[in-house]
């Protein structure tokens, strides 16, 4: 019997063979904590060391500042100045302060992420870094700070379901409609504790922004990661952001590429031929219905942005719905559009991006994790409904009393436009 992917990555990080169900140990490649949360680990490190512990590797922790950046609360602003001084005790260097961004990105474009790599973190959607084959997850603060003492953490290791897509999407359809699809299709249990391997030549032509749309909901099925093997252009994007490391990541996906008789507790297959786009309609993320059988609905505010669709190629997919909407959105929404990284952001402002959507009367920000919650500027009033692109949509999420439907980048930007949910292919089609 062969190896799935998960199993090869935890066999090297285990130093042993594991078989499905086995408790092991695992070294830890990177061990990373935000701003929120992250003051919480190093007190709590501070406080099983009697305040005189040395990490065991400053190199592999990494503290990202994405919730409030910048900060706009006292608390928060002494949180994340314990971090600081708690970094710089350490020799830890590895601290993206207020002005970079969503942490899982900041550390993909400054290449420390590997394929197979066994990362932890602080935010429960960390697990999005299996778009580029690794194996990080969200964690609590305790065991953030137990791995630094000795730079290991124990997993169960999980069985593996198997995606396949095939087919082409057609014009207005993007990866964020078939995540929306098999959210609303297998559920928010539909993945309990399995890792998951994206197949398909839909997964092979898709680009790394697309990937990681992919993976950055698999925590709203309940999964424990979501895989897809680096290949052509998302695996030289590694490569070439890795350096001199570029070698160990083609040898990384070598290892960790699963065998032909894997095995599977199930597989599922779709053709994207046909599909429509897709929403989550409130208050939850596998309410999902076509955006066509929602349309209509008025809504009060549009974000486009988040660690599901914040990549450049999502600000440039509302740019042209905008651009065909003659750049004017409607005067009863309030939209918002937020950059996932400073690099994003500034390669939007060198395309000209910025400047068209403040003109059509968009809030463009600054770089942060945004509307995924209310502890950023833009909450939602009682009563206001809201369309993102973030990826849950629990009642009071973004503010108490208000509903929020999720959907692309595409459909977001379309509804901006009109002011009511709205069909994108009724604009770009």
């Excluded at 190896?3 to 990080?13: P, Q």
């Excluded at 994206?198 to 709203?220: K, N, P, Q, W, Y």
């Excluded at 990284?341 to 939007?348: P, S």
Aim: charged content about 25%; some cysteine; glycine content about 10%.
């Amino acid at each position: 019997m062969g190896k799935t992917a998960i199993m090869k990555i935890m066999d090297r990080a285990s130093g042993g063979e594991v078989k499905v169900g086995d408790r092991v140990w695992c070294a830890i490649d990177l061990s990373t904590a935000r701003d929120f949360g992250g003051a919480n680990c190093t007190l709590q490190f501070d406080d099983i060391t009697d305040n005189k512990g040395r990490v065991w590797d400053p190199s592999k922790i990494a503290f990202t500042f994405d919730l409030q950046a910048p900060s706009h609360s006292e608390k928060v602003s002494n949180n994340q100045k314990i971090i600081r001084e708690f970094a710089k005790r350490q020799g830890i260097d590895k601290v993206f302060d207020i002005n970079w961004g969503i942490g899982q990105h900041v550390l993909l474009e400054n290449g420390y992420v590997k394929p197979g790599d066994v990362i932890l973190g602080t935010d429960s959607h960390m697990n999005l870094l299996g778009a580029v084959g690794a194996f990080a997850t969200g964690v609590g603060n305790t065991d953030i700070a137990a791995s630094w003492l000795n730079g290991t953490n124990w997993f169960r290791v999980p069985e593996t379901m198997k995606i396949e897509a095939t087919g082409e999407f057609g014009c207005g359809v993007y990866m964020r409609d078939f995540l929306t699809l098999l959210v609303g299709d297998l559920g928010a249990g539909g993945m309990d504790f399995l890792a998951v391997e994206f197949l398909g030549d839909v997964i092979e032509r898709s680009s790394l922004a697309e990937r990681i749309t992919l993976c950055s909901m698999v925590t709203e099925m309940s999964g424990k990661i979501g895989l897809i093997i680096p290949n052509g252009p998302a695996l030289e994007w590694l490569v070439e952001r890795a350096g001199a490391n570029g070698q160990a990541v083609r040898d990384r996906v070598r290892e960790i590429t699963p065998d032909p008789d894997a095995p599977y507790c199930e597989v599922r297959k779709y053709d994207v031929s046909k599909l429509e786009p897709m929403v989550s309609c409130p208050d939850a993320p596998d309410n999902v219905k076509t955006v066509r059988e929602a349309s209509g609905e008025a809504v009060d505010q549009v974000h486009i942005g988040s660690c599901s669709n914040g990549r450049f190629e999502d600000v440039a997919t509302a740019f042209e719905v905008l651009k065909k909407s003659g750049f004017k959105v409607s005067s009863s929404v309030r939209a918002i559009i937020t950059p996932a990284t400073r690099e994003v952001m500034a390669k939007c402002a060198k395309e000209g991006f910025i400047e068209k959507f403040i003109e059509a009367g968009v809030v463009f920000t600054n770089p942060t994790c945004a509307l995924c919650t209310a502890e950023h500027y833009g909450a939602l009033p009682s009563g206001d409904v809201g369309c993102s692109t973030t990826n849950r949509n629990f009642i009071g999420k973004v503010g108490k009393g208000s509903h929020t439907y999720l959907m692309s980048p595409a459909s977001a930007m379309a509804t901006a436009v009109r002011g009511v949910i709205t069909d994108p292919r009724d604009i770009l089609c």
